[in-house]
């Protein structure tokens, strides 16, 4: 520092004594302090992953879901109902609908919930899970089918069941005719399979068409109103015994399966 005896002259400034000031170079205490803070991180870590497991394996409160399914969902065409729509559309255009949910309920074994993916299996690259669902039709057990309307100003469905003629045919097609009945189901919300049994099943609203499955034939119903992006839900059950019908739907032509098509309204 400047020495007041004259300019331009420096004295060294005496070292203080870093033990009467608290000096910070004091590590002493430093491992200590990492030790303990490394303990609470751990402990906080091992209490954020048995929440998280806990949260996995006994499930999330199903209200949330239940609420979340019953929410309005915006419109994706938002303004096209003020369009001038002057084309004609050949009388066989149509879109196909897939189910997105085809599941089984039995009338004997009424809390059995069927499996929501049997096809399922794991492999060295992850799960796999197929898109091929279950359609099974007996004197015991129904089907259940919900598929969502797509697409605008295709508000007029009927549903189909395809049964073409293929060299498996002899898997799935029953020797003697066999009648089973469509019913429309009474929800307007989406269906959780994991969840569905004969016993929580929607209540049947009215019967759609009843149908006489034979060896080689197709099966429509009439045709029925579907607003776009509405769902619709439905459950095929025998009419009268002898009755078994069981197929993998395939999406591939030639289609096999329940089917949901789609016809212009505008």
Partial sequence: MLSPHGRGRYEAVKEEDSSENGSVGDDSQSPQRQAY????????????????ASFT?????KA????????????????????N???????????????????????????????????????RFGTISPDDKHFVVTEEISTIAQFRARDYGME?????????????????IPEDPIKMTVWRLQTSTWLNPRLLSFNTRPAREAAVVTWTVDRGANA????????????????????????SLELWQDKEEPIIGLVMLQYPSL
């Fill in 85 to 123: 729509f002057s084309r004609e559309y050949a009388l066989d255009f149509h879109i196909k609908a897939f189910p997105s949910v085809l599941t089984q309920i039995s009338r004997v074994e009424r809390n059995k919930v069927f499996e929501d993916d049997p096809k399922r299996r794991f492999t």
């Fill in 57 to 61: 394996l006994l499930g999330s409160p």
């Fill in 220 to 243: 429509t119903s009439p045709m029925f109103l579907c607003s776009s992006d509405s769902l619709q839900s439905f459950e095929i059950a025998c009419e009268s015994g002898p009755c």
């Fill in 64 to 83: 949330h879901i239940e609420d979340a399914a019953i929410l309005r969902r915006p419109s994706q065409f938002i303004g096209l109902d003020r369009a």
């Fill in 156 to 172: 007029n469905c009927q549903l189909k069941l395809s049964l073409p003629h293929t060299e498996a045919q002899e898997d799935y």
């Fill in 37 to 52: 803070f490394t303990i609470i991180t751990c402990l906080i870590a091992i209490l954020c992953t048995v929440a998280n």
